[in-house]
């Protein structure tokens, strides 16, 4: 059981590039979520989905675009990186809306670097 | 609004004496809780949650964490640390009108051998 899987673990981009984050979950789960962790900002939710087809903006949405084309996948798109996007992204997903209390399961992350 | 909080950034224990991580909530009618562990540059580790029943919960690890309603609290345990337990904790609760976790702020363990 694979669980959350995230791609690629570490990505170095130019200001202004655009690149995908990956990530995949094999639990057949209906939410899906990114988050970024920053110091002394915490975790901040940047997009979720409810299920495939369902996508909606979190706290930080700004530069992000996501898809649910699938229920396994969830990739978060950085349109134009910027160095404000400088962070770890970290996948996440639960069998159903985190209110419900299911457990929500996180990726191993994605360490960003823009310059 | 659902929120958790996290009074103390730094604990430092010596391996084998007990462990308290603590954690306050502020939730309108029965909450759920939850405890995750964080260790360099890894990602977030489910321990442990309280959905309805026994205060006393037990988790990954160890741990255990004991809910009281009386006190708005949910402090995590562990009767011996270990050096391998030095990591970054987090309390959390999910908030049902924007679909995610609400984290507090961490509190990073270090224990000394």
């Known amino acids: 059981n694979a669980g959350v899987t995230q791609t690629p673990k570490f990505q170095v981009l130019k200001t202004g590039q655009s690149m995908t984050l990956q990530c995949a979950q094999d639990?057949?789960?209906?939410?899906m979520s990114w988050y970024r962790q920053d110091p002394g900002m915490g975790l901040r939710l940047i997009h979720y989905s409810v299920g495939a087809g369902i996508t909606d903006q979190g706290e930080v949405p700004n530069g992000y675009n996501v898809s649910r084309s699938t229920t396994e996948d969830f990739p978060l798109r950085l349109l134009s990186a910027a160095p404000s996007q400088t962070s770890v992204y970290f996948c996440?997903?639960?069998?159903?809306?985190?209110?419900?209390?299911?457990?929500?399961?996180f990726g191993e992350g994605s360490w960003l670097t823009v310059v | 609004a659902q929120s958790v909080a996290q009074p103390e950034d730094q604990v430092n224990v010596a391996e084998g004496n007990p462990l308290t991580v603590k954690c306050t909530y502020s939730?309108?009618?029965?909450?759920?809780l939850f405890w995750y562990v964080q260790y360099p540059n890894r990602g977030l580790q489910f321990l442990l949650k309280y959905i309805t029943g026994d205060n006393l919960v037990k988790g990954s690890y160890g741990f255990e964490a004991e809910f009281n309603k009386s006190q708005t609290s949910f402090h995590l345990k562990k009767p011996s640390a270990l050096v391998s337990d030095s990591a970054l904790y987090f309390c959390a609760v999910p908030r049902s009108n924007d679909y995610k976790l609400s984290f507090g702020a961490g509190t990073t363990v270090t224990v000394r051998a």
């Open positions: 939730v309108s009618g029965n909450p759920y």
């Open positions: 996440a997903s639960s069998l159903r809306v985190p209110s419900s209390g299911n457990t929500i399961y």
């Open positions: 639990m057949n789960h209906e939410y």
